[in-house]
């Protein structure tokens, strides 16, 4: 079997295993809902811990920063895809939907014992088609799931309905309009709007910030992408009386490796992230000098078409993080099988260098900064190995690791605060400084024909040694999974996904340990699909089966919920 074809059979096996069935998220940036490769614990759109299952350490992947999240948003520490101001393709479409529940339509028969009104989603948008290289954008969204459990508690903090559409107190409420230009060399545009959005801090208390205004702007031109942002935030809490302004400029420069770049033994990238910050009154977080600027460079090495070795690093006055990794993929006598051996390393004084070094807590009595910036460093190691067969419309794949971290983020507790029905924590983020090792497998089998029909099964374990009991998250130890993809007669797609996870349990937000039950879910999807006229009308049922139970602390319940889009490209 040739490398060039080894290679691209493993890639192809090893995305399977990653992905999950077509399941059309809520919105983008919420794919971790229908999640079923590791633990995935949603507190609502803006907040969730999302760790795949073989990834190594017990960090949520959202902490760790990357050169490829840099124009992800930077919510508290975590970069985040919602609220997402990525312009979308030449379309229009319309999004709506709610959680099971909300029996509108007795409205119209019956004046008493009317269900609770559940919260709603809502979304409506455009972009133009390109006229000489211009084109217009604007989207209005908010997605209010999550949100109702902590409102009663969250609307006593601010001084209006805190949302663009209705009163519902949602996580995040965002609109925008926007110019942008694009030909063969040029995608530029800028962005201009107004957000709501609550930010879930180490605390464990919901912040509201308001953004107005919030002004992008991005232009990838030749082998350079450049972002920047501008944000005027207002932050309030009237249980207290307290109130505060943040101006913030935040952005990138990127140089990418290009074609003739890639085609090297060599390949080099690099940039600069960078953020200013300027407060006034109660702002609630801190930043070192309010400033950062993390200058990091990329590098690819790779001889041989089957061995590849990368490594990214960075360093500024007060952090340094480095992610490197070795891959061979390795030649066998069987025709359409491939072995790939690696070994990765992450290590660094920060999982993000770029988020805030300080929370300011100040709650019933209790007068406190949190560090956010633990001393000394954290080490993960990791190696694994992976096969993939595949025999006519059959294939067979499988993944093992072994990784060892030490001086992983932790926090070590100082006290507890309860207000109503909530408790927060304060202390410092800090470090176990002892080794934490696992140990994982996964095996998955996929079936095709043509592009009618898709399944997939796949199964998979963690077992991890340590001091769990300082883990902030202790991870669920395996998961079951069967989704498949039907597209009937070219035009009508449907997509499902059954899966079930195991316990994972949150250890240092409260008193008491949080234990998320294992549960079943069912997720579906259902698209009609009109392709000459760029019709396509989806509607998607999520959290099917499964117990409603608050999966993260101070959080919502997780509810069943429809879905449904109309959208028209051009």
Not at 43 to 64: K, V
Not at 275 to 303: C, E, K
């Amino acid at each position: 079997m040739k490398f060039s074809s080894l290679l691209t059979t493993l890639s192809i096996a090893l995305l399977a295993v990653n992905a999950s069935a077509a399941i059309d998220p809520e919105m983008e940036g919420m794919e971790p809902v229908s999640r079923d490769d590791g633990t995935f614990l949603v507190g609502g759109p803006t907040y969730f811990f999302d760790r795949i299952l073989g990834a190594g350490g017990i960090h949520s992947e959202s902490e760790l920063w990357t050169p490829q999240k840099l124009r992800n948003r930077l919510l508290f520490n975590r970069m985040s895809v919602l609220p997402s101001w990525e312009p979308m393709e030449p379309s229009v479409w319309v999004k709506t939907g709610n959680e099971l529940g909300d029996m509108i339509y007795q409205d119209v028969i019956t004046e008493t014992d009317r269900p609770t009104n559940r919260t709603p989603i809502l979304e409506g948008g455009f972009r133009t088609p390109a006229f000489k290289g211009f084109w217009a954008t604007a989207r209005g969204f908010q997605d209010d799931h999550y949100s109702a459990r902590t409102a009663s508690y969250r609307k006593k903090m601010v001084d209006d309905e805190f949302s663009l559409f209705g009163e519902n107190y949602p996580m995040f409420s965002s609109i925008y309009g926007g110019l942008g230009y694009t030909n063969d060399f040029v995608n530029a545009s800028v962005l201009a709007g107004e957000e709501y959005i609550w930010e879930y801090m180490e605390s464990s208390r919901w912040i509201p910030v308001h953004m107005a205004p919030r002004v992008e702007g991005r232009v990838d031109f030749w082998n350079f992408a450049l972002t920047a942002a501008y944000e005027h935030a207002e932050y309030q809490n009237k249980r207290v009386g307290e109130s505060g302004e943040r101006d913030e400029v935040s952005g990138s420069v990127l140089y990418k490796c290009g074609e003739d770049c890639q085609k090297g033994v060599f390949q080099i990238s690099g940039g600069l992230a960078f953020r200013f910050v300027s407060d006034d009154g109660d702002v609630y977080t801190g930043l070192d000098n309010d400033r950062v600027l993390w200058p990091f460079m990329q590098l690819r090495v790779q001889p041989l078409r089957w061995l590849r070795a990368d490594v990214m690093f960075g360093m500024n006055d007060s952090d340094w993080l480095v992610q490197d990794s070795v891959e061979m993929g390795a030649p066998v006598l069987v025709k359409g099988m491939g072995v790939t051996l690696g070994i990765k390393n992450i290590s660094g004084t920060r999982l993000n260098p770029l988020a805030d070094d300080i929370e300011y807590f100040n709650m019933k009595g209790v007068n406190d900064e949190i560090d956010l910036a633990p001393d000394g460093q954290m080490n993960l190691v990791q190696g694994y190995l992976a096969f993939a067969d595949t025999i006519a419309s059959v294939s067979l794949g499988g993944r093992a690791s072994f990784w060892e971290e030490h001086g992983a983020e932790t926090f070590d507790v100082e006290g507890f605060v309860k207000d109503d029905a909530f408790e927060f924590r304060y202390g410092d983020v800090a470090r176990i400084n002892s080794w934490i090792k696992g140990i994982t497998g996964e095996l998955w089998i996929d079936a095709w024909y043509e592009d009618m029909f898709k399944f997939r099964a796949l199964a998979g374990f963690e077992r991890i040694d340590g001091p769990t009991e300082r883990f902030e998250v202790t991870p669920s130890e395996f998961f079951v999974a069967f989704t498949g993809d039907w597209l009937i007669r070219k035009s009508f797609r449907v997509s499902h996904s059954l899966r079930y996870r195991s316990d994972a349990q949150w250890n240092l937000r409260g008193h008491d340990p949080l234990v998320v039950k294992g549960d079943w879910y069912w997720d579906a999807t259902f698209e009609q699909q009109f392709p000459k006229l760029g019709l396509y009308l989806a509607g998607t049922l999520i959290h099917v089966l499964a117990d409603e139970v608050v999966q993260v602390p101070n959080g919502d319940y997780d509810r069943i919920r429809f879905v449904c889009t109309v959208k028209k490209t051009f």
